[in-house]
């Protein structure tokens, strides 16, 4: 791979970060693009925007973000443990370097389950607590490790959708809880180039890794894997032993929530993605931060007026009730090329405002766009694809209803141009749906 | 020889068949099946589609989709038939300018032979695309009962198609012919028809290569589709006792549903239990879709469908009755219609006549392969060791004039086996009276108006005297090729009137050619849309290649004056293309095919320069 590719590579890798919310993982990639190539503008410009819509003093009012920072022994503040370096070539320093002690923001773990301290209106929150030593265990000897036994327990959320308040007993440090990965990552605004992901392919993104000897036992209720269908009918793809491939010991940037089952430890994060759909995660939030097909679940589920489903709740970018901001936003997010959430954006615009001329206009060129790489993903459209899977396999795929039907009209003669004439759907939802099931590999052209 | 195709015009399916060197085949379509829906749809892109496609999105598209048209062509609109239909259908329908039936599609509206035409044209697609030239002259099969107007429209149908229709033969005799062909046979035959959408049966005397139709009944509103929809209401009312909801508020589960229950019936006539596996069938919520999964035995659906199939014997026992017939006296049964593959429909053909059906004609495809049959009669020369064929029909429906009282004379009766001629006598009503009006019709109720009417003529001249006393024939007459005429004549006098009934389409000549022009500019933009998403599908790779190489060429060509230029140029080129894409501009388009050919060879010579 020549230098070109690398920082490409690198390029796509901290969009692909950022858009998952992984500003850590964004900056160290651009860091590393820019110290390949110090003149690089890409990289200078995300990281002059990191840096601008994440300031130190900026972070210090997201009061969103705040309360959780540092509070929690589960997620230790950054600044404590030092992110690991971009690693430049040898012999050539990077020529940005970020400081260690730079603030980074990180997910809201907590504020379900424990809430934030209360303080009076208009009081800055409290300080965080300091964060624990290095080494120290997150899991309180108070607290019982979780396993199969009460796992039940743990997905037992309210009637009205809340997670059940489970008191920490006075003195008691905050453990982590499970729903702690169904928190929706926090995506900086206006920039959302988080895509629709769903939240279980972040779910990982917690915390520093625990020390090898720590027994973080966390029963993590994982949605459905959006790309993936589970290799068997169960409720939770749950056992996965480690293999060569795939090490039992996470990567620093990519640490792992455990669960005790049985006797065996079981690694509750996605199953090894194959090379091929690893890149897809990789890759620029375009084309390829495609939605899931189906709604992960149900309070993740986002349904545009084009019958977008998206997988994410929507990031908490401008307000959504100020069309002058959304649409600074998805200006920005056209910019950045991600046309989906351009879309997202100006369809709650023309909720507001249904004249709104430039979210017509933004529309009209997203959606364009979208067909146009869609289309080019799905390639000439004369090809007849036919269905791959078996249909045992296809049940446990991660479909609605309006993709099933798609999939019903390929019956191995019908081409995609006809496809996309008879299923009734607007192109760019049927082009999406045939995309996704050709990448999914649900379906195949010869 | 020059081919003749026959093509069996169907209400749901229609087929085309050849005769190739003596032997019939069916010709299939390019998705591999021998018979083709007789839809046509416009989607929203502006396409027309025909056949399977349109099959598959007739309930996610009903307004625009038509269906069944042959049950208005040549029909009057304010005749009893169209009115009885027009609440059965989706689509939208209007009076045309001259009486006749509109199909309404958007903000156009097309006349039923032009949308036959629209599946005329597919099944000669079909031929010429297999034969790899074009195919010009066919020979059309109608329902027995069809009338002149009915006939006459589906000819200008195959007009409007490019199609030289030959000849319009009834579909029972096309059957008969099928099952007759290459062998001696001297039969009374019934042919029971059980399509898509109607039922027919008829009973054919063939003696010495002569196919008479002797009697002719059906029911226009029993077919397969109403075995399909037995299946299909089932099935709904079983997912919503399972999961609390209604599949029918969604168009697309709805579709599914019906395409999966006609073919469940279809192999149930096969085997005894099949499986309907309708995986995300329904959305119940954000997260929640609901699969289904079936298993329907065949006693399960005979038990769905018993009515209709009993339906179909009651016609039978009618019609042999009304041809002085006992169910002993046939020889032979015809199955034609896919619906007649059934096991509980032959088993209940076979008890009403005592006798197992043949099986030696295919029942979707015999009635196409009959047309074929005749049409390669019709470009035959006459040989010795052939014998001879010929089709002798009956007239579908009693013809008689308007009497006082508005009641129906009748002087033809039906099932009268052309040509044939009667000749009767009538009075004046009034003292005085020095005319007459006379008024045609065609059909079988009493009341006059009840019937079609086919022509009216008045007679003048008649002497002065009470009524009753001036006599007046009158008389029909039918030639072989199915032309009514008629004549009324004052006994004393010797003063005469008559007419002829010239069938009409509803449509005008103009109208015809006009549509015929329309069909032709139709194909020729097909084509060309065609080439120009292939062509623009090429340039549009080339182009995002060339865009994404774009930032290395600049790379390598920054330092020289030459590199500037190539990449302007380069520019320049991916301008002209999309701008050529964006107007649909074919010719543009492929005169910058070239160039981004080159620049895109060019610059990933000049990208992988900057690699090494």
């Given amino acids: ?446 | 020889m020059e081919r003749i195709l026959g093509i069996d015009l169907g209400t749901t399916y229609s087929c085309v068949a050849v005769v190739e060197g003596g032997v019939p085949m069916v010709i299939a379509n390019k998705g591999g099946y021998r018979t083709t829906p007789s839809m046509v749809a416009f989607t929203g892109g502006g396409r027309r589609l025909v056949g399977h496609l349109a099959k598959r999105q007739a309930i996610t598209n009903p307004q625009n989709t038509v269906y069944a048209v042959k049950r208005f062509i040549g029909r009057k609109w304010a005749s009893e038939a169209v009115q009885t239909m027009k609440a059965a259908i989706p689509y939208g329908i209007m009076e045309g300018p001259h009486g006749d039936v509109r199909v309404k599609i958007k903000d156009k509206d097309f006349s039923a032979p032009e949308i036959s035409a629209m599946v005329l044209t597919e099944m000669k697609r079909v031929a010429d695309e297999y034969f790899g030239e074009a195919c010009s002259r066919a020979v059309v099969t109608v329902p027995a009962y069809f009338n002149d107007g009915q006939r006459q429209a589906t000819k200008d149908a195959g007009r409007i198609a490019g199609l030289d229709v030959l000849r319009i033969i009834n579909e029972p005799t096309a059957a008969a012919l099928a099952y007759g062909y290459g062998k001696k046979v001297d039969k009374r035959v019934a042919v029971y028809d059980l399509g898509g959408g109607t039922f027919d049966v008829s009973i054919l005397e063939i003696s010495n290569g002569v196919f008479e139709v002797i009697a002719t009944a059906g029911d226009t509103f029993l077919g397969g589709e109403d075995f399909d929809q037995r299946v299909a209401d089932w099935l709904v009312f079983t997912f919503a006792k399972e999961n609390g909801v209604d599949p029918r508020q969604d168009l697309m589960a709805l579709q599914r549903i019906k395409d999966a229950s006609e073919k469940a019936k279809c192999e149930l006539s096969f085997q005894n239990e099949v499986e309907i596996n309708l995986p995300f069938l329904y959305s119940a919520g954000k997260s929640k879709t609901l699969h289904f999964q079936k298993l329907l035995g065949r006693a399960k659906l005979e038990e769905l469908t018993v009515d209709l199939v009993e339906r179909t014997i009651t016609i039978c026992e009618r019609t042999l009755k009304e041809a002085g017939l006992k169910p002993a006296d046939i020889q032979e049964v015809i199955l034609v219609g896919g619906q007649s593959r059934m096991p509980r429909v032959q088993q209940a053909v076979a008890k009403f006549f005592g006798r197992e059906p043949s099986k030696g004609v295919h029942p979707d495809e015999v009635v196409a392969v009959g047309a074929a049959i005749q049409g390669y009669s019709l470009v035959t020369e006459k040989s010795p060791d052939r014998a001879e064929t010929l089709l002798l029909d009956v007239t579908p429906h009693s013809l008689g004039i308007m009497i006082v009282g508005g009641y129906f004379n009748t002087l033809i009766d039906k099932n009268t086996t052309v040509p044939t001629s009667a000749s009767h006598m009538f009075t004046t009503v009034k003292d005085g009276q020095t005319s007459v009006k006379i008024m045609v019709f065609q059909g079988e109720s009493k009341v006059a108006s009840e019937n079609e009417l086919l022509g009216e003529f008045i007679l003048t001249g008649l002497r002065e005297a009470p009524r009753g006393q001036v006599e007046i024939e009158i008389t029909f007459e039918i030639s072989a090729e199915g032309i009514v005429s008629v004549s009324a004549k004052d006994l004393e006098t010797g003063r005469r009137q008559s007419i002829v009934v010239t069938a009409t389409s509803g449509l005008t000549e103009e109208e015809i050619q006009s549509m015929a022009e329309d069909s032709k500019d139709y194909l020729l933009s097909q084509a060309q849309d065609e080439q120009f998403d292939r062509v623009k599908h090429e340039a549009e790779s080339l182009i995002q290649g060339i865009e994404q190489l774009m930032p290395a060429v600049r790379d390598v060509l920054a330092s020289s004056q030459f590199g500037s230029d190539a990449v302007a140029k380069a520019e320049a080129s991916l301008q002209r293309s999309k701008g050529a894409i964006d107007r649909r501009d074919l010719e543009g388009l492929g005169d910058s095919l070239e160039a981004l050919r080159r620049t895109e060879a060019t610059f990933r010579a000049l990208a992988g320069r900057k690699e090494k």
């Avoid at chain 1, 950022?18 to 410009?45: M, T, V």
């Avoid at chain 1, 990965?181 to 939240?199: G, K, N, Q, T």
């Fill in chain 1, 1 to 446: 791979m020549g230098p070109a590719d690398r920082i490409r590579e690198l390029l796509d890798q901290g969009l692909a970060a950022y858009g998952l919310g992984r500003l850590d993982e964004a900056r160290r990639a651009w860091s590393e693009a820019l110290a390949l190539e110090p003149g690089n503008p890409r990289a200078q410009e995300y990281l002059r925007f990191l840096e601008d819509s994440w300031s130190p003093g900026q972070e210090r009012e997201g009061a969103d973000y705040r309360p959780d920072v540092g509070s929690d022994p589960a997620v230790p503040d950054p600044a404590a443990a030092p992110a690991p370096a971009a690693t430049p070539p040898a012999g050539e320093p990077a020529k940005v370097p970020l400081a260690s002690d730079q603030p980074t923001l990180r997910p809201r773990p907590l504020s379900k389950s424990i809430p934030p301290p209360a303080g009076p209106p208009g009081e800055p929150p409290p300080a965080a607590a300091p964060p624990p030593p290095a080494g120290e265990d997150f899991v309180p000897p108070s607290r019982p490790a979780v396993s199969a036994s009460n796992w039940g327990d743990l997905y037992d959320w309210g009637a009205d959708g809340a997670p059940p308040q489970t008191p920490a007993p006075a003195g008691a440090v905050p453990v982590v809880q499970p729903n702690i990965v169904l928190e929706p990552l926090p995506v900086p605004p206006p920039v959302r180039a988080a895509p629709a992901r769903p939240v279980s392919a972040i779910s990982a993104v917690v915390s520093t890794p625990p020390p090898p000897q720590a027994e973080v036992r966390v029963a993590t209720p994982l949605p459905p894997l959006p790309s993936l269908p589970p290799a068997a009918p169960g409720p939770v793809p749950a056992t996965r032993p480690p293999t060569p491939a795939q090490p039992s010991q996470p990567p620093p940037s990519a640490p792992v929530v455990a669960a005790q089952h049985s006797s065996a430890w079981t690694v509750l994060t996605p199953p090894p993605i194959p090379p091929e759909e690893e890149g897809a995660f990789t890759r620029p939030p375009t084309l390829d931060d495609i939605p899931p097909l189906g709604p992960a679940r149900p309070d993740a589920a986002i349904s545009s007026p084009l019958g977008l489903v998206a997988g994410a709740p929507a990031p908490a970018g401008p307000a959504d009730d100020d069309p002058g901001a959304l649409i600074r936003g998805a200006r920005d997010l056209l910019e950045l090329d991600d046309f989906s959430g351009v879309l997202e954006l100006v369809e709650k615009v023309l909720m507001l405002a249904p004249d709104h001329q430039e979210a017509l206009f933004l529309r009209e060129q997203a959606t364009q766009e979208l067909v146009r790489m869609y289309s080019s993903k799905v390639g000439e459209l004369g090809r007849v694809p036919r269905v791959r899977m078996a249909e045992d396999e296809i049940i446990w795929l991660n479909l609605d209803h309006r993709a099933g039907f798609v999939l019903s009209l390929i019956d191995g003669h019908t081409s995609f141009d006809d496809v996309l004439s008879i299923c009734g759907l607007p192109s760019l939802d049927a082009l999406r749906i045939l995309t996704q099931l050709l990448q999914e590999k649900v379906i195949e052209v010869d």
